[in-house]
């Protein structure tokens, strides 16, 4: 593939001019759908880039959705924020904007423009940053932080919330001057509907417009980079792993009576729960008296409660509910493994956290491998209950060998310190520059500790 250019100076000579002098600190606005009221791995990876950017002494403007939610970042000098009106999504943590005061938030962001506009996610707010930067004449990057295929279709059920991003799309890119995005609105004509419900094909396709129209396209991992090049084929891609850095110490849970299993993130169909509750059971009749602890907000869901109430019942399952991210540190510590039945995630930075706290770990993504050396810390499993009971029951009758669990532990350590926090903000905000300046930005398909 030949890659088309990310830029040429003369598009971008105020940018040029802006930076001339080293005393005006670089102005991002960071877009993103995912900025509360739940807990999620984009919102962590928006909040630590978000966090290395002030410190290092950019000017940040958030836009968002109007929601409460985790925002340590409020009162910081050099960042401003952009709320705009929203409503929440259906059976999901979450909040859409609706598109109503996009024109002020233009206007506002028009009276001071940023460097670079960098967007997060393709919901409404992603849309904006998409529309805000074709019309401001500012360079644009996107991050690819959700799998758009494993979650189409669920997207495009979430009626009425589908209804707003269809005005949003069919208002915002009438007239855009990128040609990727003149007139969107055709994919969503009365024939792209079924049942009143826009179709998997048009969201790809919307999708597929807007990643091509951007400057760069960040995604986290390989696997990412592979999906957004089959979708988009002429987008601009570079695999910027976010990154993660090991959690504070706390106090010591109570010891298990038997090896303990750990699963830690959202409590949703998506991340394959009923899988890894099938595969314990297959678990526990090789050992009795192996115990899987679960933390995330179990009751979002009927029908992924009650099975997780049954599995409790059953014995050996903890059910621990939502633990703030600083206080994770203890659960991760008290744990013999680290079980992953998702195939749907981009990155993971449970995986990350599990590595810096020195946990083996079990997966069934053989895609995600930022952290995992198979045979020394990990193992793959197909997503099925019997692969993955196996996989687990000999990860914990490996790790009963005292050489192999330091080996294991060490190995973990090791791969998560190539992925920090500031090993990717050091890669961002070079990009930043290099984009804010006109100058081309080499491709890169696979992630490369620095």
Known sequence: MVA????????????????????RPLTVALFTDNYGPGHSGLLYAVHFLEGELLDRGA???????????????????????????????????????????????????????????HVHGLGTVGLLGVWAADRLGVPLMVTWHTDFEAYADHYALLAPVADAYIRVLTVATHGMDRPQLRDMSRFFQPRWWRRGRITRRAVLNA????????????????????????????????????????????????????????YVGRIAPEKSIGLLVDAFEWVREEIPHAELMIVGNWRTGRWLEQKLRRARRRRGVTL???????????????????????????????????????????????????????????AFARPTPESFARQLVMMLQRLEDPEFRSRARERSREMASWWTIQNQSDAIIELYADLAAGRPIAERMRARAE
């Not at 409460?68 to 909040?95: A, C, I, K």
């Not at 396209?217 to 390989?222: A, K, M």
């Not at 110490?249 to 038997?258: D, K, Q, V």
């Open 207 to 262: 999708a597929r417009e807007m990643l091509e129209a951007a400057d760069l396209v960040t995604t986290p991992s390989d696997k990412t980079a592979a999906r957004c090049l089959e979708l988009a084929p002429r987008a601009h891609i570079r695999v910027v792993p976010n990154g993660a850095d090991a959690l504070p110490a706390g106090p010591a849970l109570p010891p298990a009576h038997g090896p303990r299993i750990l």
């Open 320 to 378: 621990v509910g939502q633990v703030p991210r600083e206080k994770l540190g203890p659960y991760y510590a008290s744990a013999d493994v680290f079980a992953f039945p998702s195939t749907t995630d981009t990155q993971a930075l449970v995986l990350h956290e599990a590595a810096h706290a020195g946990l083996p770990i079990v997966s069934c993504d053989a895609e995600l491998r930022l952290v995992i050396d198979e045979g020394v810390n990990g």
């Open 59 to 117: 000017h940040v403007q958030v836009v968002a959705p109007a929601c409460d939610g985790p925002n340590p970042y409020r009162d910081h000098p050099h960042r401003t924020e952009l709320r705009l009106p929203g409503v929440p999504v259906p059976g999901m943590s979450l909040v859409m904007a609706t598109g109503r005061g996009f024109e002020q938030a233009l206007r506002q962001l028009a009276a001071d423009p940023p460097d670079v506009i």
């Open 4 to 23: 088309p250019t990310v830029s040429t100076p003369e598009d971008h000579d105020e940018s040029t001019e802006r930076h001339s002098s080293a005393s």
